[in-house]
């Protein structure tokens, strides 16, 4: 569907919610639509990011297809929340890796892998790739720790500025003129994102699989979540340790990073699989096309530099540690790469809606 056609479903979709009102107390989204008449465009986009997509006002609606009205909320907000990151991405060149989402996630991590292969193969000996390297800097006879940290620098940097310019377009378009961020606005937006507030459908859950409710995707989601910042925390402590310390990865197995590394991928890995299974047994008419198969793809990326992360901790003391690093630098490289151009980009947009609808039920504002 092209931007105008989804743009013009979701203000018809939203008069009938605003007409009929039988779902105002699943989430914020329908209460934060009735502030906003109008429908501009940065009200729709707003709107799109505050929906979790639970689905319960699907089930519940009395207008959903077969009805004539063929109202489906969390479908026609999931292709208005696809567009919204191609909307705001930067460079707006870039966006057809947004609209390409599984072609483009696919494309990415094959060449970042390869690049990596490339690199150590072009660099090392066969003879001293696929030798058993152990102790102190072993990871550093493969490929340097400079070289590294550059590969992740360059593509990590570029990504923040590409989402800090995007978040703050979003923030110009969205943000409502009358309500002031506070910190108990901002306390509150961090707790929905920790909690996932929108995805309990005010209490008993998310339609997961179909009609009955459960909160699997929201406990998965912050599974994953977790093991994400795990391996975050797991490199700023090597980093700590190298700069701060002198202290040379790789880490014996009860060190901090180890643990937190092994944690986190341990759950990267359970959030992972689980989002994706719930994916494919799930309904599919909640659901977009176009955002199902780029979710996907970026979940497999998410499970593949789990996966490859946990295989190199167990096979580091082996002649395959060299190309298992290489595999794994890929899937990160991809990672890092693919930040604001996939699906990975939503944690910005829907912090600021969250923070948005704080505000703005902070302040009573009636548009
Ligand atoms: S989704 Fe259906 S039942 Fe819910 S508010 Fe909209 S029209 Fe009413
Ligand atoms: S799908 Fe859930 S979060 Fe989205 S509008 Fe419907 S009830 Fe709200």
């Not at 483009?104 to 690199?119: D, E, P, Q, R, Y």
Request: net charge positive.
């Amino acid at each position: 569907m092209r931007s105008d056609e989804i743009a013009t479903e979701a203000r018809r979709v939203l008069d009938i919610c605003d007409a009929c009102g039988y779902c105002n107390g699943f989430c914020d989204l329908f209460e934060a639509a009735r502030r906003r008449p109008a429908l501009s465009d940065g009200d729709l986009a707003h709107l799109a990011n505050l929906c979790h997509a639970c689905r319960n006002c699907l089930y519940a609606c009395q207008y959903a297809p077969p009805h004539v009205f063929q109202v489906n909320v969390p479908r026609t907000l999931a292709r208005l929340r696809q567009r919204t990151y191609a909307e705001y991405v930067w460079p707006k060149g870039l966006a057809f890796l947004l609209d390409h989402g599984r072609l483009s996630t696919l494309i990415v991590t094959l060449a970042a892998t390869a690049l990596m292969i490339g690199l150590v193969l072009t660099s090392l000996p066969p003879e001293t790739l696929f030798d058993r390297h152990l102790g102190t800097g072993a990871f550093y006879r493969i490929l340097p720790w400079e070289t590294m940290a550059w590969i992740g620098a360059i593509p990590l940097g570029w990504s923040a500025l590409a989402i800090g310019i995007g978040l703050r377009r979003y923030w110009r378009a969205t943000r409502p003129g009358s309500a002031r961020v506070t910190s108990r606005a901002f306390v509150r937006a961090l707790r929905d994102v920790v909690l996932l507030r929108n995805l309990q459908g005010g209490g008993p859950g998310c339609n997961d699989l179909d009609d009955r409710p459960s909160h699997a995707r929201r406990r998965l989601h912050q599974t994953l979540a977790a093991g994400v910042l795990l391996s975050l925390a797991a490199t700023l402590v090597a980093t700590l340790y190298h700069h701060a310390l002198g202290w040379e990865a790789p880490y014996p197995a009860l060190s901090a990073p180890v643990a937190l590394g092994t944690l986190g991928g341990v759950c990267m890995t359970v959030g992972a699989i689980g989002l994706l299974w719930l994916k494919r047994r799930g309904d599919q008419t909640p659901t977009a096309p176009e955002s199902r198969r780029a979710d996907a793809a970026i979940l497999g990326l998410l499970l593949w530099v789990a996966l490859t992360g946990l295989a190199l901790l167990i096979w580091r003391e082996t002649g395959a540690m060299g190309i298992l690093l290489a595999i794994h630098l890929g899937g990160v490289l991809a990672l890092f790469i693919l930040l604001p151009y996939s699906k990975l980009v939503h944690a910005g947009y829907r912090f600021i809606s969250l923070l948005i609808e704080a505000m703005e039920q902070a302040s009573g504002r009636k548009a």
